[in-house]
């Protein structure tokens, strides 16, 4: 590795009580940038350091005399109580129940009847204002006798969220609670932006203003314990005040209704399918914060700095993916990168000078305790994000944390050394360009692009039972030689499919954002996807693809005609289904390593599920050799022209289906590992009919992957694993090389 490549494009946190250190460490890791971190200060001894100096602003904490001062403009919340069942004609619902009171306190100082809402959640309807009332963080329901109520309130945010979660994670004593206020408010904003300039005039040494983020907080609610109660990096309910909600009011010309963020208590998770009324005030949000944000943007570069955000925390607002992001002229976004999936997310980016990756262990104590090796968590990290990276570069790397605890492990700090100058080498090699992707895939759902990377994920790269078999789809395209976009069911009604696109992805579980829901009723959407399937197009549906659960249309999967499998929902249960036999050699399936001892039980039945397996029984082992995650039950071929691959007992895992020139694929779930990734890149080039294309700049061992970059001549393979992997690669004349890779290895040859 050259010298060139030993100094810059790396970021390291700082504190007061680690000057030496951070020297030592900013020589060894050649960075160039140094930040503070949250419950840090600079050290004004590294002030004239031979580095780019990050500095963390906070827009709406970190004052706690003006909060204190104007406490009708802190930031507020909307929330929800529990359940509560009326015993008799009045029920009492104490509105705090499983809330931090130390997090936040009832707003009953604006209008109650008109900005809170008591619902009848047996019947969904709002109960009116003068059948209930309000006393001592109470509110007394006139109710039908075995209704269900909720009341629906607003709430002052007395803690900062995410201060509160920093102080609970690292065990903080003998501090102040951090209050937020609302920089969107007259005064507040006023004084906000005057704080700004002086803060930048206070730290004339400092070039980077780093934004985090901006005004308001995603949904994050603790419980009287201090525990995590609730947590949607999505979520719009900590963005609310009478004063936004009478803008909004003004803007879209109907009255608001706490419900439109209540949404029945689910708050409007991302998996919910947002309604008309959400999608306003998402919009209204982004243009309003957006106003403020190139307020400060362009203080920052007047002031002489450049202006990062963070992508996380108070972003709600100034999501990236949305349309208008690159009106706010920042210079830069940083986000955490958690896998390959994170990093897409922040590579991915349009409207930016650069972005930077943070990547993990963060440097808490949950993870640089004594007997703990972080260097096994850095290297995971470095792994799940360099595939990723080869796709689409990030032009930074940096991390987080106290520098203190990290200077303790040696081995980490060796570690991180080695990766920082892999990191830098990839730019150097490739003059920061993606590697070649050889087809166009689509991932359709409700979000569409602005939820690019974002799907199937509750909070931040962090797994769920419920989502894992999903959340593998994404993870295994960030890092595969495929070029990937996100459309959403609007793009497609409103302007069809775009013709450069080879495949379309919709998968996900029934009656969410991701699969659509309702949006199948209409017509001309399975009209348009059928119609470019047929003319040639290929069609992936994972889990509870195209599903309409309110839909009586004889179908439950809509596209079923296309994918060639449908979901029993007991509706037809007198219809007797017909498994064909399965076929256990596919191009699809060619990497997959099979059981003797079940392929030979298979090959006694013929390949055929027995008739008694169709009713959920399972009289043969299956086949084995992939992991489908979280079974979808019940779910059949429509007829026995159908391609089965993979069946077990009573549904179908896996199948393809013709259909006029094009191709359907069914997968029941795509949990995320190499074996996996490595399925759904063969489903993707055998739907699209791009067989023949498949071999060039592929592996032979799944656990290794190719990138190549034409205009620099080059190619590379990575080895993504802790353990030496041997591989061999074909080019696209046909010839091969093999290569022995060391652990967490790269390899670069000329193409």
Aim: hydrophobic share 35%.
């Amino acid at each position: 590795m050259e010298d060139k490549c030993k100094t810059g494009r790396v970021t390291i946190p700082t504190d007061l009580d680690v000057v030496p250190e951070t020297l030592e460490i900013l020589k060894k890791w050649g960075a160039d940038a140094i930040r503070d971190c949250d419950g840090t200060d600079f050290p004004q001894e590294l002030k004239n350091a031979d580095a780019k100096i990050y500095s963390t602003y906070y827009t709406t904490r970190k004052d706690n005399a003006w909060a204190k001062a104007n406490p009708d403009e802190v930031q507020q919340c909307y929330i929800m109580t529990g359940f509560y069942t009326a015993p008799g004609e009045t029920v009492t619902i104490p509105l705090m129940k499983g809330i931090s009171p130390e997090l936040m306190k009832v707003n009953d100082h604006d209008d109650i009847t008109r900005w809170w809402e008591v619902m009848d959640r047996s019947t969904g309807q709002p109960v009116p204002p003068e059948r209930w009332s309000y006393a001592d963080g109470s509110v007394t329901v006139q109710a039908v006798p075995f209704h269900e109520y909720t009341v629906s309130f607003l709430a002052y945010l007395i803690w900062d969220p995410v201060h509160m979660y920093n102080a609970t994670t690292n065990g903080w004593t003998n501090f102040e609670h951090q209050i937020t206020f609302d920089v969107r408010q007259p005064k507040t904003h006023k004084y906000s932006m005057e704080r700004l300039r002086k803060f930048i005039a206070e730290h004339p040494y400092v070039n980077v203003i780093r934004y985090t983020t901006f005004f308001h907080q995603f949904t994050l609610i603790f419980d009287e314990l201090k525990r995590e109660k609730f947590v949607d990096w999505y979520g719009y309910s900590a963005s609310v005040s009478p004063y936004i909600l009478n803008q909004f009011e003004q803007e879209v010309g109907y009255k608001f209704r706490p419900e439109y963020i209540i949404d029945q208590g689910y708050y409007n998770n991302q998996y919910r399918v947002p309604s008309k009324e959400y999608r306003d005030f998402q919009a209204f949000q982004r243009r309003e914060v957006a106003k403020l944000a190139k307020e400060m943007v362009d203080i920052t570069h007047e002031c002489g700095c450049e202006a990062m955000m963070f992508l996380g925390d108070q972003w709600i607002g100034t999501e990236p993916y949305k349309d208008g992001f690159d009106e706010l002229g920042l210079d830069a976004v940083v986000g955490s990168i958690g896998d390959g999936t994170t990093t897409r997310m922040i590579a991915d980016i349009p409207g930016v000078k650069y972005t930077e990756g943070r990547f993990l262990p963060y440097f808490f104590p949950d993870t640089f305790y004594e007997g703990n090796d972080p260097s096994i968590e850095g290297l995971d990290n470095w792994r799940k994000a360099r595939r990723a990276i080869l796709r689409s570069p990030i032009s930074r790397m940096g991390y987080g944390g106290y520098l203190s605890l990290a200077a303790k492990f040696p081995k980490f700090v060796d570690t991180v050394t080695h990766i920082a100058d892999e990191f830098r080498d990839i730019h150097d090699r490739t003059g920061g360009v993606a590697a070649e992707g050889e087809l166009n895939v689509a991932i359709l759902n409700s979000w569409g692009k602005m939820r690019s990377w974002m799907a199937f994920t509750v909070a931040h790269a962090l797994p769920n039972k419920q989502t894992y078999s999903y959340y593998g789809i994404l993870e295994s395209l960030s890092g595969m030689r495929v070029n990937v976009r996100f459309i959403s069911f609007d793009d497609v009604l409103a302007h069809g499919i775009d013709s450069d696109i080879d495949v379309i992805i919709n998968g996900g579980p029934v009656d969410t954002a991701f699969t659509g829901g309702d949006v199948w009723t209409n017509p001309k959407l399975v009209e348009t996807v059928r119609a470019w399937v047929r003319g040639g197009g290929a069609f992936v549906g994972v889990g509870e693809p195209s599903s309409a659960p309110r839909f009586q249309a004889g179908r439950f999967f809509q596209l079923a005609d296309v994918i060639g499998v449908d979901e029993e929902r007991y509706q037809t249960l007198s219809v007797d289904k017909y498994f064909p036999p399965v076929v256990p050699d596919h191009f699809i399936t060619a990497d997959v390593p099979v059981d003797p001892a079940a392929r030979e039980a298979w090959e006694q039945a013929g390949y055929r599920i027995p008739l008694s397996g169709c009713g959920g029984g399972q009289s043969i082992k299956p086949l084995g050799g992939i992991d489908f995650g979280e079974p979808v039950l019940n779910t059949y071929p429509v007829n026995e022209n159908v391609t089965l691959l993979r069946a077990d007992g009573g549904q179908v895992q896996l199948a393809t289906n013709d259909y006029g020139e094009g191709r359907g694929v069914y997968i029941s779930g795509l949990p995320y590992s190499a074996a996996n990734a490595r399925l759904l890149e063969r489903v993707l080039f055998y739907a699209s009919h791009n067989e023949d294309k498949y071999a060039a700049w592929s592996s032979s061992n799944p656990e290794c992957e190719v990138a190549h970059f034409p205009e620099q001549g080059l190619y590379c393979v990575i080895n993504n694993t802790d353990q030496p992997q041997r591989t061999t690669v074909t080019l696209a004349d046909g010839t091969t090389e093999d290569f022995d890779l060391p652990d967490s290895g790269i390899a670069w040859r000329e193409a």
